[in-house]
């Protein structure tokens, strides 16, 4: 029995639903894409791992999705969450630094939220609690990298592995 990998597991997900709006087979995707039918078969039932695709079938797939090729990137599990972060920090210590924030705020004292709590959240809910506690209040609690930067890291002409490993 194969092993299914579910890093970029998103990014098959979303090839395989526009490829049936499309009403495409996977032959017919896989001519769009550059691939072979196989490969490409494999990548969509998680035999092969999205991450190791190279930037020019990651091109093709954002062209073909008609998305930025940074949302690709962080489909196929290219990117992460931490890798948006400023500068190379501990985003799991960033991360928390915000919730301590969150939870000694007037905000969660007026609704009996403590900083317990909001640490027992799954991740991706921490995470989505900052993002709109920053909104409401107009407030930065982890820093990120500018929307111009990650457009710039998106256009055709900037190669993606090299800016990957950057540093701030």
Known sequence: ?????????PLATLLFARMRQDELS?????SRLGVGRSYLSQL???????????????????????VPLVLVYVLAG???FDDFLEKAV??????????????ESPVAASTGVAVP????????????????????EHVSL???????????????DSSF????????
């Open 26 to 30: 996977i032959a017919q995707l896989a």
């Open 117 to 136: 709590m909001l640490c027992e959240l799954p991740v991706q809910v921490q995470r989505l609690l900052v993002v709109l506690y920053e909104r409401a």
């Open 142 to 156: 982890i820093p990120r990298v500018s929307l111009s930067q990650v457009y710039v890291l998106s256009r055709p």
């Open 90 to 103: 501990d985003a799991e210590a960033q991360l928390t630094k915000a919730l301590v924030q969150i939870g």
């Open 44 to 66: 969509l039932r998680g035999v092969k791992s999205m991450a190791a695709l190279d930037e020019q079938i990651l091109r093709a797939c954002a062209g073909y999705l008609n």
């Open 78 to 80: 290219r990117l992460r």
């Open 161 to 168: 592995e090299l800016r990957l490993n950057r540093t701030s």
């Open 1 to 9: 029995m194969k092993v299914v990998d579910f890093v970029g597991r």
